[in-house]
């Protein structure tokens, strides 16, 4: 696209979005958000830029295989902090009752495991929603 009001309104949004995706991941056991709306807004703002400047400058930024592979370790992962609260004698994404520190209420530290496992369910979703686009797109040259 070569609209130069496009691009220089991207330019300024783009940084703020992911800004902002990452306090709604990050502040999700505090306020409404969490994982899944802020995964949504930083995969969101990928997707931006990669209609603005075109899947060969949007791929060299988050290329499919690393969006791929994200995809899949974070799913990994999810299911290893699952399996903690097991191994603490507690049944899957079990939290405090399994002995997670609580952390000091109101505090981003706090929550026990939430915030951790919001951290993962937004890399997850970002990351998916990243390689749907580039799947749809046909951007598999780099494989997956």
């Not at 990669?50 to 690393?66: D, M």
Request: proline share 4%.
């Amino acid at each position: 696209m070569d609209d130069v009001v496009v691009r220089t309104v991207a330019r300024v949004v783009i940084p703020f979005a992911l800004l902002y995706g990452c306090y709604v991941v990050f502040h999700g056991h505090l306020s409404p958000g969490g994982g899944f709306p802020g995964g949504a807004v930083l995969g969101s703002a990928v997707v931006l830029y990669t209609l603005v400047y075109g899947l060969r400058r949007g791929a060299s930024k988050v290329t499919h295989r690393i969006s791929a592979r994200l995809e899949s370790g974070t799913l990994l992962t999810y299911v290893g902090v699952g399996l903690l609260g097991i191994i603490a004698g507690g049944t899957f994404l079990t939290n405090l009752a399994a002995g997670f520190p609580a952390g000091r209420p109101g505090s981003i530290v706090s929550a026990g495991m939430i915030p951790v496992i919001s951290v993962i369910i937004g890399l997850k979703v970002g990351s998916t929603l990243v390689t749907l686009f580039h799947t749809m797109l046909g951007d598999d040259s780099e494989g997956s």
